[in-house]
């Protein structure tokens, strides 16, 4: 006898990552840091509450070592993209230095804190434990990244410190001699880099894209250090405007 045609509906299947979250680490599933900072919030709330402050400590040292030894070393991480990611599919990517930078200031006050609790100083280890615990949760509930602020920021500061973006050399870049152009730093794998050419295509200004991934000497001659950015550059290569997360803005002089 024949075998009945299952009737349960076929899984549907997930789309292929964009991204290989242990090889592609410039860019990382904004997803996982947030499931980071969730941990790490509920696991130092936790130690404050239950006065288990060596807990700080492990915490710390899981950021340190996924610092100085890779992305597979973050609990994290394994839990997002070897479990939850091939369930859920890939979310919107975004760079990873912010990311970086603010796991090395969360791995800066818990190890703090644990040093302060070590040394008698329970007010301190409090203050710098507490703080980590709010940014933490409040990053994983809204998306809204102290640490990776504080890095835009710095960022942005030491472009306009260094002049890296008064000037661009159009002839290097591939723009055409004698014209203005739209010049976007990008990453292929960059969601908001995507989202900010097809605004500027939109708006008739398609910009002439420097991948930072293949050409990371240009980044660091105009001290590109977050993607997207893009700027109006004159004919004669003089920056007129920064365009940045859907802002512009005069260049500075």
Known sequence: MPAL??????????????ADPWRDLAVIDARAPRLNQLLVGLVTLTALLTGAWPLLGLL?????????LGRRWCLACRLWFDVLQPRLGEGPLEDARPVRFANQVGATFLGGATLAYALGWPRVGLALA???????????????????????????????????????DLSE??????????????????ADCQDLARRLEAEGRAPVTV???????????????VV??????????????????????????
Do not use: N
């Open 173 to 190: 870049l591939g723009c055409p001699p004698g014209e203005p152009a739209v010049v976007a730093f990008s990453h292929p794998l960059c």
């Open 5 to 18: 045609p299952s009737l349960a509906p076929a899984p549907r299947a997930r789309a292929p990552r964009s």
């Open 228 to 253: 997207p950015l893009a700027v109006s550059v004159g004919a004669d290569g003089r920056v007129l405007r920064r365009i940045h997360a859907g802002r512009a803005r005069p260049a500075r002089r």
């Open 130 to 168: 507490a703080t980590v615990a709010v940014l933490a949760l409040v990053a994983s509930l809204t998306g809204i990244c102290a640490g990776c602020l504080l890095y835009r920021g710095w960022a942005l500061l030491r472009g306009v410190r260094g002049g890296s973006l008064e000037r661009l």
């Open 60 to 68: 710390a040292l899981q950021l340190v070592l996924t610092l100085r």
């Open 211 to 225: 991948d930072v991934s293949r050409r990371p000497d240009l980044a660091r001659k105009y001290g590109v250090a």
